[in-house]
Structures are given as structure tokens and as C-alpha cells.
């Protein structure tokens, strides 16, 4: 019963409890009348149209395969004559690597990548656990020496990048609510403060995140020039918090200035302090707000941290879907698929989870 | 010494031409231990007059006086009853009452404070709901809880801006008598703002008609002389009662007309006559 619950929350968070239900009701047999157009609404139409965005890509990802084929046929005849086409024709047909097209890859060929990658993964981590143990012994006498153990520096998995880039988004995106909630209410309590730093909000928000790199790229330099700190994260951290931040501080603001006008009488009667005040009355009422602003800086931060990291040369996926477009090889094309994939769900993800969270402390249950 | 006094009160909103003088010459003393109730049409601005008595905002020329002190700013002295009742919505019950409690007995120890909250949402009949929050009560539970909050900070003087104003016609007949109830038990001054001549003659001791705004200045006032308690159903035979009623009533329809014929608008009505049904 227990783990039904903890399941029914999760598909309802993850938004496909409607779906589920009415599957199951169809296969417990309760589905009335009314019920059919619910299914056919929740189950059939969706499932129809997963089967139409596939086949239109399937379609299109041939169309394209043949145009770039053709291409490549006809430029061997005129270069090299009817022999060469007719090798390049074959060759092509007999699906030999050394002369696939490059272009869009089919969903099947994006499913093979996916699983090469995940055997990569397998492979790395397999490898990863092997140097630990090999080097167990070694590093123990290198830190009784006092001297930096050594550490394992090959290639990172799909998924070591996928977890660096979750830590760079999560490093910037508190950045962001750490600068963004204080400066945001300061901003809010304040009219003669809001009215005077609105301009940098008004003409930094729309920079964009390039930017922005460029930017944070100048003075972290500057500042990390005699430590070895991990400059390209720092960086790319950073600009992802400077990029995200300013829906949060908007929306804080917004809240904090537009705190029901009941509410701050309420405080004037109780006579609250000043501290008691922001605290118990304008900060609980300005919390949908606030969250709304973080929701959509956590998706920004998700969004522009691929361009930066890609920019930043900091791992991550941003850095994967990089170095597999500069790889070109035959696979690459249909990797960077599959990284799109990833990065749609996982940033599908962490906004259910900042819905789910908000839906959670706000006091509004019934809107 | 009166215990309330409004000396020559005016009061402006906005400023140049397009300024709106709200209240005009408002004049009015409240002695201790009063029940007194203002009575007026909604916009007439009976709810600037009960802030400028609680101290929200202050009056454009003219003084309020409490205890003969002019009033400055809000104080734990002068419990108020808003309109929209103002709860705070994340907050439950209890700690919405306990919020208040705190704030005016700062040196009780949480056990007491937990205790004054408790005693106060007994009183109101509330305890089953201590623990919700006021979107998951009714209207009327609202107000209640309102009631609680303003009385748990034991002020020496209540105002009530149209307390019941959005309750439907039994629950506002039993908060008026729950409220007479708490009154009655350590006799405060208290301060009615209604908009229903019934309700001002079941509760007040006086009532003071308020004449609509822009410029709204206060009426003659009419001395209610019927022993408390009152009972509602006796009370519409009580001669006093209806000579009361009557008198407030026709004085309010008088200024209703009269601003009628100041605005004198005309409407057109389209000529209709009703067809004829066969059935």
C-alpha cells in the first residue's frame, strides 16, 4: 500500500499519473462510457503522437540520408566517372562506415548510440574501480608521505559528464539565489532603491550568456592567477548564476514590494518590528513569487549552462556535445542526439521538482 | 474627560485638483465603557474613519484624541476588526491568534501565550479548526477567528469596521450576540462600523449616522434606551425599537435622496410592453 503512494506521487510529479491511471483502469476492466473518451484523450492521443514524432523523424532522417547519398554518387561521377559511383554506391548500400552520410541520424541509429554509451560508461567505471585498486596500496604510502595521491585521469563517461554539469547548474544556481532573494527584497523593501538600480537590471538581463563568459572569463583570471583552482568551472558557474539570476530578482522584488495591502496593516496593528515584519508578513506572502522567479531561473541556468560550458571549455555535456561535433565521426551526429534527449529530460526534471517544491510551502493550496 | 475625541477631523486623498476630501468636519466623543456604532451607505467613508481612529493613517487637518493623548501610529490599546479579516493565510488558526498575543505580552512565557490563544479560540467556538488554516474555513469561521485575534490582545478600546459585513443572516445574528457576549463580560469601549440600522440598534448604546462622502460628516446621533440583554425576537415588538429604527431609516433615506437630486441623472428606459403569452 505504502510503496502505491510513494508511486502515485512520483507519476503525478513527473505529470503521467492521469495517463497511468486510465491505463490501469482500462486493464482492471472499470472503464465505462464516460470513460473511453478519457482514454482516448489521455492514452491514444498521446501514444499517437510519440508514434507520429518518431515516424516523421524516421521519414525525414531517410529523406535527408538520400539527398546526401545522392550527392556523393553524383559527385563521383562527374570527378571520377560511372566506376567510382557505382563503388560509392555500394559501399554506401553495404552500410561500411568509412562512406555513411553525415547528416541527421535515425532514431534507431540515436538507440545504438544511447547504448553505446552506456556500455562506455560501464567500461570507464569498470576501469575507474580497477585503478582505485591498483593505486589502493600506492596512494595510502603516497598521503603516509605527504605527498598527492594519484588520481585517475582518463576519459570522463557520458554520465561523469552529465553529473559534472548538474553540479555546475546547481553551484550557479545557488550563486544566483544566494545574490538574487536578499539584493531582490532589499530591492523590494525599498522605493527609492528599486527606482535607482533598475536600470543595471533593465540592461544587464537581456545580455546574453556569451557574454556574460566573456565577462566573468576577464576578472576570474585576473583573481585566480596564483591558485589552481579549477578555473573553468568557477567560470562556468559563475556566468550561469549571473545568467539566471535576474528572473528570481524580479520576481523577488515584484513580490516583496506587492505584499497584500491587508497583510501589511495586520503588521501595523500588531505593531511588528521592522525585522519581525519582513520575516513573519511580507516574506511568507511574497514566497509564490519568489519561487515562480527560481523556477524559471533554474530552467535558464539548465539552458544556458550547455552554451557556456561549451564556450568555457568546462566539462559537462555542454563540452560533450562540443568535442562530439569537432569529432565527426560516424556516431557523433546521433551521440548529439542522444545528449539532447538527456538534456530535454533532465531539464523536464528539475522544473517538476521546483513545481513540486513550490506546490509543497506555498500557502495557496487550492490555485 | 472623554475617552475618544475627534475634533474637526478632515481628511484628503490626493493632492492639487485632483485631491477628494473624504471626511469633512468630523466631530464625535466616546466615553468609557460605550458601544457606540457609526452607520452609513458603503463608500461613504466609514473605513478612512476607522483607520484614522486605529492610527493607520492620519487625518489631513483636525486631531484624534485617545485618552487625551492624540493618537500617533497604531497601538496594542486599540484592537481592530477589519473588514476582509485579514488573517494571514499561511499561517493556521493558533498562530495567527499566537502572533498577535505575542507581539502585546512579550514577557509571557510560550506555555501562557499557548494557553491565552487557546482560552480565546474556545471562546469563539473554534477549537476543532485550531489547526487549519483560514482558507479551509467558511466565512463566518473567518471572522471569528478575527474577533479572537483582536480580543486575545485584550485591548481597552475594540473598533469593528463592518465585522460582519459578508456573513450571511444566521451566523451574523450569532457573532453580534457572541460579540455583545465578550463586551458585556468586562464592559470595553468598543466602536461599531456597520452598514445595517438592525444591527446598530441591536448592539450600540448609540448610533451616529454618517453622511455619504466625498465630504461625509456625521449625523445627529440617536440614543438606543433599551435594557440589555436584548433579545432579537422581542425587540421587533419593543415600541422603542421601531420608533428608533424608523427615525434612523428615514433620516438615511432623506440623505439618499437628497443626494439623489444633487446628481440628478435621468436614464432613459426603452419603451417595452410585455408579450402576451398563450399557454
Not at chain 1, 30 to 39: A, I, M, S, V, Y
Request: glycine fraction near 6%; hydrophobic fraction near 45%.
Amino acid at each position: 500500500m505504502k510503496q502505491s503512494i510513494t508511486l502515485g506521487k512520483v507519476t503525478r510529479i513527473i505529470g503521467i499519473s492521469g495517463f497511468l491511471e486510465t491505463t490501469k483502469s482500462l486493464f482492471t476492466g472499470k472503464l465505462g462510457k464516460e470513460d473511453f473518451r478519457n482514454f482516448l484523450r489521455k492514452v491514444i492521443v498521446p501514444l499517437a503522437s510519440i508514434v507520429l514524432f518518431f515516424g516523421l523523424w524516421h521519414l525525414g532522417a531517410k529523406t535527408l540520408f538520400n539527398i546526401e547519398a545522392e550527392y556523393r554518387i553524383n559527385k563521383a561521377l562527374e570527378e571520377q566517372g560511372p566506376e567510382a559511383a557505382a563503388q560509392v554506391e555500394a559501399c554506401i548500400a553495404s552500410g561500411d562506415i568509412s562512406c555513411q552520410p553525415n547528416t541527421l541520424p535515425s532514431p534507431s541509429q540515436v538507440w545504438d548510440s544511447y547504448k553505446t554509451l552506456l556500455d562506455d560508461h560501464y567500461a570507464i567505471s569498470a576501469d575507474k574501480v580497477a585503478f582505485k585498486e591498483k593505486t589502493a596500496a600506492l596512494n595510502a604510502q603516497r598521503i603516509a608521505n605527504g605527498e598527492a595521491p594519484i588520481v585517475y585521469t582518463g576519459r570522463p563517461s557520458f554520465v561523469d559528464q552529465i553529473l559534472t554539469s548538474l553540479k555546475t547548474v546547481f553551484a550557479g544556481f545557488l550563486l544566483a539565489f544566494l545574490i538574487a532573494v536578499p539584493i531582490g527584497i532589499v530591492i523590494g523593501l525599498s522605493k527609492t532603491l528599486r527606482s535607482s538600480v533598475n536600470w543595471i537590471i533593465q540592461i544587464f538581463k537581456p545580455v546574453s550568456p556569451v557574454v556574460w563568459l566573456l565577462l566573468v572569463f576577464m576578472i576570474v583570471k585576473t583573481l585566480t592567477k596564483n591558485s589552481n583552482a579549477d578555473n573553468a568551472f568557477i567560470i562556468s558557474f559563475i556566468s550561469v548564476g549571473l545568467c539566471s539570476m535576474w528572473a528570481t530578482l524580479v520576481n523577488t522584488a515584484m513580490g516583496v514590494s506587492s505584499v497584500d495591502k491587508d497583510y501589511i496593516n495586520v503588521a501595523k496593528v500588531l505593531k511588528l518590528g521592522p525585522v519581525q515584519k519582513i520575516f513573519k508578513v511580507i516574506l511568507p506572502s511574497s514566497l509564490p513569487l519568489i519561487f515562480t522567479g527560481l523556477r524559471i531561473t533554474l530552467s535558464v541556468a539548465w539552458m544556458v549552462l550547455i552554451a557556456i560550458e561549451l564556450l568555457a571549455q568546462s566539462p559537462g555535456l555542454g563540452s560533450f556535445v562540443w568535442e562530439e561535433f569537432q569529432n565527426g565521426a560516424v556516431d557523433s551526429n546521433s551521440k548529439i542526439i542522444v545528449a539532447m534527449f538527456v538534456i530535454g529530460l533532465i531539464g523536464f526534471l528539475l522544473d517538476r521538482i521546483m513545481l513540486t517544491i513550490q506546490k509543497m510551502i506555498s500557502f495557496n493550496k487550492n490555485d | 474627560m472623554a475617552y475618544l475625541e475627534l475634533k474637526n477631523i478632515y481628511k484628503t486623498y490626493g493632492e492639487g485638483d485632483s485631491a477628494t476630501q473624504v471626511l469633512s468636519n468630523i466631530n464625535l466623543t466616546i466615553e468609557e465603557g460605550e458601544f457606540v456604532a457609526i452607520v452609513g451607505f458603503t463608500g461613504s467613508g466609514k473605513t478612512t474613519l476607522v483607520n484614522l481612529i486605529n492610527g493607520l493613517i492620519e487625518p489631513t487637518k483636525g486631531e484624534v484624541l485617545f485618552k487625551g493623548e492624540p493618537v500617533q501610529g497604531t497601538s496594542h490599546e486599540r484592537g481592530v476588526i477589519f473588514q476582509n479579516y485579514s488573517l494571514l493565510p499561511w499561517l493556521t488558526v493558533g498562530q495567527n491568534i499566537y502572533m498577535a498575543v505575542k507581539e502585546v505580552f512579550p514577557k509571557k512565557s510560550k506555555s501562557e501565550l499557548h494557553e491565552i490563544v487557546a482560552d480565546y479560540v474556545e471562546m469563539v467556538n473554534l477549537t476543532p479548526a485550531i489547526n487549519k488554516r483560514p482558507k479551509e474555513l467558511s466565512g463566518g469561521m473567518r471572522q471569528r477567528v478575527a474577533v479572537a485575534r483582536a480580543l486575545a490582545m485584550k485591548p481597552e478600546m475594540i473598533i469593528m469596521d463592518e465585522p460582519l459585513g459578508a456573513l450571511d443572516a444566521l451566523t451574523r445574528g450569532n457573532l453580534q450576540d457572541e460579540i455583545l457576549k465578550i463586551w458585556g463580560k468586562d464592559k470595553r469601549t468598543a466602536l461599531l462600523i456597520t452598514n445595517d440600522v438592525d444591527e446598530g440598534i441591536y448592539m450600540a448604546d448609540r448610533i451616529i449616522p454618517l453622511r455619504p462622502g466625498p465630504k461625509a460628516t456625521l449625523g445627529p446621533e440617536f440614543n438606543i434606551d433599551i435594557e440589555r440583554p436584548r433579545d432579537k425576537t422581542e425587540l421587533n415588538d419593543n415600541p422603542n425599537f421601531k420608533k428608533t429604527r424608523n427615525a434612523i431609516i428615514e433620516y438615511l433615506m432623506d440623505i439618499g435622496n437628497e443626494r439623489k437630486a444633487q446628481t440628478q441623472e435621468e436614464y432613459a428606459l426603452p419603451d417595452l410592453s410585455p408579450k402576451s403569452f398563450v399557454w
